[in-house]
């Protein structure tokens, strides 16, 4: 129990000192779970790519997920999964992708307006709230002015989530008024809420640019379809993932921006350089083209890879790095602290984005840095998760510098996903250059 309560509060240290004491495989006994943990880049391509199908995802560790996200994409395996993945998969190609790129813009800029300057702020709070808001929109078409009582609905069941995984004791009770009953009724009222909107849009014939409309007439490729249950399902897996994610991974860039002027001035250095009277285009908010700004977001991804672990369970015996492994074993390999071995990435928990320069991703092994997996279980909303960190990045720096209090010492949670634990505050200062307006170009 002394071990499980250490690796709940910090897994990190507890991998990495394991990796040191036994190497790439060791065995962990976790409260009721026995697992093994493969760490490194060669244990990372083993478990995503090279060796992916001896491996199940639906009964592994965190198959408690599935009283939140049902039967949604990150809980399926085998045929069904990939027959979701096919079916969903133009829901995230570029061309769909533009379209939301003006959602992360205005909603983006909405958010900006309500930043005082001179005032302290919680910029993971208002990460988390901007998130959302995109996603309602991207995801369900919900209009934020419209339907801001669904938006709030939908924070105060997200707030659940969090408070549910954030307690060790809280996740063994069950009863009523318990974190699990909480988390219970959270969850059939979030169900109830996308269930309505599905039956609307079926009713109604209405459809738009968002995924949800997306969902209700997709196929594969012998004519199936999905059904409601399917579509709601996916569409709270993608609402937990894509903020959570997103949400830790903003707030912790702007939060080494901040530690770093130096960072802060290429960055600037680079908006004068590449963006046209200073607006991006959305090919550059998609693809990735501002170089310096997309080696700040691998970084942050590296330092601090948001889902940190990768449980499956091993469907046969199998043997790596010299240690026979059974069938029916709890079995995980870790993107955080993969990406903290010191003979793969020099000095782990110094911030240097330079890692990510042309030259730097050409040395890196395969399977070295995997912060959102590998193979056909990588997420599905990586370039949409992506451009939405670079679009936030882009307008909140063209506007505001940030700095930390003077007496702030950040402390880190990774229950479920890695984030600052008591929020992340920092300070707001208007830039002396005038503000500028992105229009959505290509």
């Known amino acids: 129990m002394a071990r499980a309560l250490r690796f709940m509060r910090d897994p990190l240290s507890v991998l990495l000192d394991c990796y040191e004491r036994f190497g790439p495989v ?94 302290s702020f919680d910029v993971y709070a208002w990460s988390r709230q901007l998130t959302v808001q995109i996603l309602m929109c991207a995801l369900l078409g919900l209009d934020p002015d419209e339907d801001c009582a669904r938006t709030l609905e939908i924070v105060r069941c997200l707030d659940q989530v969090e408070s549910y995984f954030g307690s060790f004791v809280g996740r063994v009770m069950r009863g009523p008024f318990t974190p699990w009953a909480r988390l219970m009724r959270a969850m059939r009222e979030l169900d109830v809420l996308i269930s309505e909107q599905i039956a ?35 569409l709270k897996t993608l609402i937990f ?14 939060y080494e921006i901040a530690r770093h002027p130096d960072i802060g001035a290429r960055l600037l250095a680079e908006r004068e350089a590449e963006l046209a009277d200073g607006r991006p285009t959305a090919s550059q908010l998609l693809s990735g083209e501002l170089g310096y700004l997309e080696m700040v977001v691998d970084e942050t991804l590296r330092r601090y890879a948001p889902p940190w672990i990768g449980p499956r369970r091993s469907r046969a015996a199998f043997e790596f790095a010299g240690h026979g492994v059974p069938g029916g074993a709890h079995v995980a390999y870790s993107m955080l602290a993969s990406h903290h071995l010191s003979e793969v990435f020099a000095d782990p928990f110094y911030f240097r984005p330079e890692r990510f320069s042309a030259e730097g991703r050409a040395l890196l092994p395969k399977g070295a840095y995997v912060p959102f997996g590998g193979g056909r279980r990588m997420c599905l909303g990586v370039r949409f998760a992506k451009a939405q960190i670079r679009a936030v990045a882009t307008l909140m720096l063209s506007r505001f510098n940030l700095s930390l209090p003077d007496d702030f010492q950040l402390r880190i949670g990774q229950v479920p996903t890695v984030s600052p634990s008591g929020g992340l505050p920092m300070i707001v200062e208007e830039r002396t250059a005038p503000r500028m307006s992105v229009p959505v170009t290509t």
Request: proline letters at 3%.
């Open 26 to 119: 060791f065995t962990l006994r976790l409260a009721a779970y026995k697992v093994v943990f493969m760490l490194g880049p060669e244990a990372n391509h083993y478990m995503t790519v090279s060796n992916a199908d001896n491996f199940t995802w639906g009964d592994s560790m965190l198959r408690e997920f599935s009283a939140m996200g049902g039967e949604g994409l990150f809980l399926i395996d085998g045929e069904v999964h990939d027959r979701a993945r096919e079916i969903m998969a133009p829901a995230f190609n570029r061309s769909r992708l533009l379209g939301s790129i003006e959602v992360m813009i205005e909603e983006t800029e909405r958010a900006l307006d309500e930043l005082a300057p001179g005032a």
């Open 200 to 234: 609307r849009r079926r009713a109604s014939g209405e459809r738009g640019p968002d995924i949800l409309s997306l969902l209700l007439d997709a196929g594969d490729d012998n004519g199936g379809r999905l059904s409601d249950v399917e579509i709601r399902d996916h």
């Open 241 to 254: 993932t894509g903020q959570d994610s997103t949400t830790s991974t903003l707030a912790l860039m702007f």
